[in-house]
Antibody, heavy 122, light 109 residues
Framework: QVQLVESGGGVVQPGRSLRLSCGAS????????MHWVRQAPGKGLEWVAL????????YYRDSVKGRFTISRDNSKNTLYLQLSSLRTEDTAVYYC???????????????WGQGTLVTVSS | EIVLTQSPGTLSLSPGERATLSCRAS???????LAWYQQKPGQAPRLVIY???SRATGIPDRFSGSGSGTDFTLTISRLEPEDFAVYYC??????????FGGGTKVEIK
C-alpha cells in the first residue's frame, strides 16, 4: 500500500533553515507529481508547493516563493522541502501529498503522509 | 484565486442523522474539479469525494457530493460515529492555484 513518511521537523529560530524529507513507497514515485501542504495549529489546510513527476516543474504559493525550495530524488523515492528564512507564521504541520494523476499535475491529493511539525520560535 | 467559503463552521448532529455541508466558490468551478477531504484529530486528511461527486477508494456510499458552478454540497446520509470530523472542500480547477475552504466541523450533539 502507499506510504508517505515525513521527517525533519523541529523547533527552529526565525531566520534559520530546515529541510524536510518525505519517503515514499507502494507506488511508482517517479510517475507522480508531489506536493507539500501545511496546517498551522488549529487552522485549515494550505497548499505550499508542487513538483512535477520528473522534477522539471515547480510551483509555490506566493508567501513562500524565494524562501522554500521543493525537490525530489526519484532514485531514492524521496521528496524534499528546503525551508529558509523561516518566519513565525511558517509554524505548521507539513504534510507531503501524492498527486492523484500520473504524469499530470492535477493538484488532487489522493494520499497523505502523517505530517511533521515545524515550530518557528525564538 | 478562487476563494472557497464553507458553511456552517460547526454542525452539531447525532449519529444516524443526515449531514449537509456547503462549499461556495467565489467564481465558477467550470471543470467540476472540486474535492472533499475528511480530517480527524491528530490525523492527516483523507480524500472522500473528487470531481464533485465521485467517491474515493474505500469511501462508503453514505457519502455523496453534488453541485455545480459555485455551489457544492457534501451529504452524509446517516452519520456513523467514525464520521465526526472536520471536512474541507478544495478546488483544483485552476491548478496549481488551488485552494481549500476553511472547513466544517461535524461534532456529536
Amino acid at each position: 500500500q502507499v506510504q508517505l513518511v515525513e521527517s525533519g521537523g523541529g523547533v527552529v529560530q526565525p531566520g534559520r533553515s530546515l529541510r524536510l524529507s518525505c519517503g515514499a513507497s507502494g507506488f511508482p514515485f517517479s510517475s507522480f507529481g508531489m506536493h507539500w501542504v501545511r496546517q498551522a495549529p488549529g487552522k485549515g489546510l494550505e497548499w505550499v508547493a508542487l513538483i512535477s513527476y520528473d522534477g522539471s516543474k515547480t510551483y509555490y504559493r506566493d508567501s513562500v516563493k524565494g524562501r522554500f525550495t521543493i525537490s525530489r530524488d526519484n532514485s531514492k523515492n524521496t521528496l524534499y522541502l528546503q525551508l529558509s528564512s523561516l518566519r513565525t507564521e511558517d509554524t505548521a504541520v507539513y504534510y507531503c501529498a501524492k498527486d492523484a494523476s500520473s504524469f499530470f499535475d492535477s493538484c488532487l491529493f489522493d494520499q497523505w503522509g502523517q505530517g511533521t511539525l515545524v515550530t518557528v520560535s525564538s | 484565486e478562487i476563494v472557497l467559503t464553507q458553511s456552517p463552521g460547526t454542525l452539531s448532529l447525532s449519529p444516524g442523522e443526515r449531514a449537509t455541508l456547503s462549499c461556495r466558490a467565489s467564481q465558477s468551478v467550470w471543470t467540476r474539479n472540486l474535492a472533499w477531504y475528511q480530517q480527524k484529530p491528530g490525523q492527516a486528511p483523507r480524500l472522500v469525494i473528487y470531481g464533485v461527486s465521485s467517491r474515493a477508494t474505500g469511501i462508503p456510499d453514505r457519502f455523496s457530493g453534488s453541485g455545480s458552478g459555485t455551489d457544492f454540497t457534501l451529504t452524509i446520509s446517516r452519520l456513523e460515529p467514525e464520521d465526526f470530523a472536520v471536512y474541507y472542500c478544495q478546488q483544483y480547477d485552476t491548478s496549481p492555484a488551488l485552494s481549500f475552504g476553511g472547513g466544517t466541523k461535524v461534532e456529536i450533539k
